[in-house]
């Protein structure tokens, strides 16, 4: 009896050590597919300091993966880029990631793109909810998050800085259509009406990612409010540099505002360390970058995943700066 127990043990052991051989090899052999893969990455103009960023890490991580990686940009121009998708179609890669400029007019390039048999990753900006169908993973940071975590940031500046629980604020926001603005601002408004409602947003202008811009956009705000002015939420932390020499030109000291932005990036982080900005939501183009590369691989492989893969968008202060040092490689 006991030697047939034994032999059953044996024969059990035997087959799930094989299974799990088996797997191990097949498991290895799908590790390896990635390599040498072609993949064509479509997102916006590098001339935006955050997109730069993305595509630098991209490209990097992409090699590191082994993958034929080709880039394409397009100015914020969805006409543009829906005419980038088709020919990236033509050219059959193994796998697309877009980051699509417009939430909605980019949904029958997606469709077209499942038509032709091409996984597709959605990378950075959420896409229509409708088009689900037609690409396999989305990953970025969640911007109905980044928004809250905003708003809740804004009650902190305003209480740090002695201001009370009421005031005007204005905000910055991105290219007007990029579904990542459109998304903050609106989760960011949701929030804030929610916990302080007597801290009110009254004015918005487009900063269109760009530091310049922003300037301009901050000082035409300043002038139209003027001192009654008590904090600026800007959905990136380069356009909040520009509100900050807005600021200053305006002869405000923006030290006494309640100041909050997103990103962590090299000028947010520098102005919170100094205590000019009070804080960020950490929103890092590596992250955005690696998570996107890692799940392209993945989808190349043949491993399963969650349809959307976020990653961390904690509150950052002076407190906590050092959540930042890996995303500014520091």
């Known amino acids: 009896m006991m030697l047939l127990k034994f032999a059953i043990r044996r024969a059990m052991f035997t087959v799930t050590a094989s299974a799990a051989v088996a797997a191990s090899v097949a498991y290895s052999g799908a590790a390896r597919a990635a390599e040498g893969k072609s993949v064509v990455l479509l997102s916006p103009t590098e001339e935006c300091t955050y997109c730069a960023d993305y595509v630098r890490f991209f490209r990097t991580a992409a090699a590191k993966k082994g993958l034929k990686l080709e880039i394409t940009t397009s100015p914020f121009d969805p006409a543009n880029q829906a005419n980038q998708v088709e020919q990236a179609i033509a050219k059959k890669p193994d796998a697309i990631v877009l980051w699509p400029v417009d939430a909605n007019a980019l949904v029958p390039s997606m469709r077209k793109i499942k038509q032709a048999g091409i996984p597709l990753v959605i990378s950075d900006a959420p896409p229509n909810a409708q088009s689900e169908r037609f690409w396999d993973v989305f990953t970025g940071g969640d911007n109905v998050a980044v928004g809250k975590q905003s708003a809740q940031a804004m009650v902190g500046a305003f209480k740090a800085k002695g201001l009370g629980t009421e005031g005007d604020i204005f905000a910055i926001t991105g290219t007007p259509g990029t579904p990542t603005s459109i998304i903050r ?75 909050v932005g997103v990103g962590c990036e090299l000028p947010g982080y520098n102005n919170i360390e100094s205590g000019v900005q009070y804080a960020t939501v950490l929103f890092d183009a590596r992250s955005d970058a690696l998570y996107a590369v890692n799940a392209v691989s993945d989808l190349l492989n043949g491993k399963t995943q969650e349809k959307y893969v976020y990653f961390p968008v904690p509150v950052v202060t002076k407190d906590n700066l050092s959540v930042c040092n890996a995303a500014l490689g520091k």
């Open 185 to 259: 601002m609106e989760s960011f408004k949701q929030e804030l009406a929610a916990i302080a409602p007597g801290i009110k947003i009254v004015g918005e202008q487009p900063g269109n990612w760009d530091q310049s811009v922003a300037t301009d956009a901050a000082a035409a705000l300043f002038t139209k409010f003027g001192p009654s002015i008590k904090g600026v939420y800007s959905v990136e932390d380069v356009m909040m540099a520009g509100v900050i020499v807005a600021a200053q030109r305006a002869g405000i000291d923006p030290g006494k505002l309640a100041l």
